[in-house]
């Protein structure tokens, strides 16, 4: 089992106080949110890449997960039009190339919003992206995750069961199950539990005392 902090939670900080944090509290790796200002996929050039391996060298921990921003604004591969679809196409193939070359052996997408869209037109343009994304990830031999949990049936108006089915077409998108926690002493909301099938093992990144998401191992 191990134990990875998820950096969105520093999105308001210096990114060297989540290797700070992740260092002191004994974390096995990193999960890296690839927005701004610390490491959004356009903005990643040498020089940033460069910044992010001397950190996690100094701390001794890894950066094992990239987890671009998108999904929200300005990118959602399930809403809009075909320029708009392949823009984010594009941003997500971008992410991948910004992952491997930070060394991080994978990167991890959610499930876009359909909105208001017909359930089939919804699962034909789920199914459309990952294929896209899948081979995008082949050609360029890296490891793509697709993040599934209780929200893909809210953003996607599907249920998780048939997400899962659709996604068994796309043999490089591999299933990620996630646990969400609200603890009551940090947000002030009632907790919130959503538990994971018994049977599964693996890696878990704790998303700065709030989220924790569940990943099989490669």
């Known amino acids: 089992m191990e134990l ?16 700070t944090d992740a260092a002191a509290f004994g974390y096995d790796f990193i999960e890296l949110w690839g927005g ?11 020089g940033r890449i460069a910044q992010l391996w001397e950190l996690s060298a100094r ?30 196409m594009r941003y997500l193939a971008r992410s ?35 294929r896209r994304l899948a081979s995008e990830a082949r050609q360029a ?5 697709q993040q ?15 997400h899962t089915g659709g996604l068994s077409v796309v043999n490089t998108c591999r299933n990620i199950y996630c646990i969400t926690l609200l603890h009551r002493n940090v947000s002030g909301t009632t907790t919130i539990r959503t538990l994971l099938p018994d049977h599964l093992t693996g890696s878990l990144t704790v998303r700065t005392g709030l989220y924790i ?3 099989t191992k490669e």
């Open 96 to 130: 991948m190339e910004v992952s491997s070359q930070l060394g991080a052996s994978r990167t991890l997408i959610s499930v876009g919003h359909g909105g208001h869209t017909e359930p089939a037109q919804r699962r034909a343009r789920l199914l459309r992206s990952l």
């Open 59 to 88: 701390y001794a921990v890894p950066i094992c997960v990239y987890t671009p921003e998108h999904n929200g604004y300005p990118y959602n591969y399930m809403l809009g039009d075909e320029r708009q679809w392949e823009d984010c």
């Open 141 to 145: 031999g890296h490891n793509l995750h």
């Open 36 to 46: 701004r200002p610390h490491a959004w996929a356009p903005d990643m050039d040498a």
């Open 213 to 215: 998401s569940y990943r």
């Open 4 to 19: 990875g902090l998820f950096t969105c939670g520093y999105q308001y900080t210096n990114i060297e106080s989540a290797f």
């Open 148 to 162: 599934i949990a209780s929200g893909a049936a809210v953003n996607t108006r599907l249920t998780q069961s048939r």
